[in-house]
């Protein structure tokens, strides 16, 4: 609802005094979602819950399986079941990525997509934080930690020399750790 009208609608219910104040904090939101997407950075300052949750929620608004009327039947189409699972996930149904890359933009799936890319400039800016520099882009993907760590294993074994055997693990908790290590 656009600024106007719900200062308007809100007075009318509420006072004027009131409405003000919640126009003041829909405001402080929006300026915080809008920097985000500006800075590209991870933010000085923390995000409190319901500020993750109403930025994910806007996002998802932009997807088409959750645009009002519309019913998707197509074979692509994102579709949830269960409102528990939709809630679950902030009403993303999409996933990411499009005909094998990951990194490709989803056509019914605005919302997806700017969360995804998005996402890889946070994380490319906290890699940065955590002091490598010379790192230019990232592709964060969705795996289950014993693939993710197979596949970053396999990764490095194609720069390191092939005198290289041992992979040091600060801590192991779970068995993925092993067994990523045995199937790189």
Not at 53 to 63: G, H, Q, R, V, Y
Not at 86 to 110: E, T, V
Not at 163 to 184: E, G, N, P
Request: proline share 4%; glycine share 8%.
């Amino acid at each position: 609802m656009e600024k106007g009208s719900f200062l308007r609608l809100a007075g009318d219910l509420i006072g004027k005094s009131y409405a003000d104040v919640a126009d003041e904090a829909r405001h402080t939101r929006s300026h915080q979602f809008r920097r985000l997407l500006e800075q590209r950075r991870l933010p000085e300052e923390p995000w409190d819950d319901l500020a993750v949750t109403l930025f994910l929620e806007e996002l998802a608004n932009a997807d088409s399986n959750n645009h009002l009327g519309n019913v998707g039947v197509g074979e692509r189409e994102g579709r949830i079941f269960s409102s528990l699972v939709a809630r679950r996930n902030f009403h993303f149904s999409h996933g990411i990525g499009r005909s094998g890359d990951i990194a490709a933009l989803q056509p019914k799936a605005a919302g997806s997509s700017l969360l995804f890319a998005l996402t890889r400039r946070l994380v490319l800016d906290a890699i940065h934080v955590c002091g490598i520099q010379a790192a230019r882009a990232a592709l964060p993907v969705p795996f289950a930690t014993g693939l993710s760590l197979t596949l970053c294993f396999s990764a490095l074994r194609t720069v390191r020399p092939p005198s290289a055997r041992f992979i040091i693990f600060s801590r192991i908790d779970q068995k993925a750790c092993l067994k990523s290590i045995y199937s790189a």
